[in-house]
């Protein structure tokens, strides 16, 4: 991979883990409303992923959703005014932490209802087909959400139709407090692929060129007309399910002994054993990153709520 993209990949990993820490304790000094869900420890699936798709192709993914904006091409201004509920938001402050959206980047959401955006997914993928467009849909859901009948009713449509979609599984071992084991008939969870005889497989998603890899494969095999793919992705996530989570299904030992496997760091050993960049290149990229950040942040401060008088609009389509 050339150096310029070897950065990039490290730059938005880091962008995305500081934003979220960031985002944490705007959280707590009350500036966010809602919900929270970060995405710290999973920074590698959707970089690796997104890195791999065109711009045609379309990314719709649930409510742990800001790392996924980013990689899709979202500024962190507009996530981080979107978070703060302002009108400079990428949803014009509408749709806050679940609902980020950007379609001039095609990037299709951020939904809070577990599963209900898969059939949504197979409905972007069949416009592609129906228009004979060569567009990929990238469809993100939790191991949650294969436990939910939408998931069935879309991942059945979609090979039944031959549709161009890549379906990838982030399994981070838990749906809020619910080890996969528990919910799950079975724990590894592209075999529900295999009963709608998908083609499907798995990858390490804490090794972000591992995921670029297996994705650029899977694209270019959905790309050529031979119907949908199925990515397990195992992960996981470092932080509470949401803000205010007490963790009390998990041992502090587990989730220590995933840190060891914190995705930035073993990207940074591997450009750097690889001779990709220099440690102090790395630290440049690191640097740039906090100042996009905190400028964004004074960006989103100073940004206007949306104004009163706006409420209505954007509700139904203007005829
Ligand atoms: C239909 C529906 N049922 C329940 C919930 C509450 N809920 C929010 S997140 C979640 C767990 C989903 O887990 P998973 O799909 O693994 O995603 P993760 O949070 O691990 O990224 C649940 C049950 C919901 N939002 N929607
Ligand atoms: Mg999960």
């Given amino acids: 991979m050339e150096k310029k993209e070897t950065l990039k990949l490290y730059y938005q990993m880091v962008l995305i883990r ?30 690796g992923l997104i890195s791999a798709r065109q711009p045609q192709d379309k990314v719709i993914t649930a409510y742990r959703d800001h790392g996924v904006a980013i990689n899709c091409g979202i500024s962190i201004k507009s996530v981080i005014a979107e978070l703060l509920g302002k009108a400079t938001g990428c949803s014009q402050g509408r749709g806050g932490s679940m609902h980020m959206a950007d379609v001039s980047k095609n990037f299709w959401g951020g939904h809070a209802i577990v599963g209900a955006h898969l059939p949504i997914a197979t409905g972007l993928a069949l416009t592609d087909k129906y228009r004979g467009s060569n567009g990929v849909t990238i ?17 059945n449509l979609s090979k039944v139709w031959n549709l161009p979609i890549l379906w990838v599984c982030e399994n981070n071992e838990y749906g809020m407090g619910t080890a996969v084991e528990r919910a799950s008939a079975v724990s590894e969870i592209r075999q529900k692929a295999e009963g709608y005889c998908i083609p499907n497989d798995h990858v390490d998603g804490m090794d972000v060129l591992k995921v670029r890899q297996i994705a650029l494969e899977a694209i270019e095999q959905v790309r050529k007309g031979n119907g949908p793919f199925f990515l397990e992705v195992n992960t996981y996530r470092f932080r509470g399910h949401s803000m205010g989570d007490p963790e009390r299904y998990r041992k502090a030992e587990e989730v220590k002994k995933w840190q060891e496997e914190d995705p930035i760091g073993i990207f940074h050993g591997r450009i750097i054993a690889e001779g990709g960049a220099t440690a102090d290149e790395l630290e440049a990229v690191e640097q740039r990153a906090e100042a996009d950040l905190e400028a964004a942040v004074q960006f989103a401060e100073s940004s206007p709520e949306p104004a009163p008088e706006t409420l209505f609009d954007h509700i139904y389509a203007d005829s």
């Fill in 139 to 155: 469809c993100m859901f939790g191991d949650g959400a294969t436990n939910i009948g939408y998931f069935h009713e879309a991942i």
């Fill in 18 to 47: 500081r934003m979220e820490e960031t985002a944490a304790q705007l959280y707590q000094q009350g500036k966010i409303g809602g919900f929270l869900h970060l995405y710290i420890g999973q920074e590698a699936v959707s970089t």
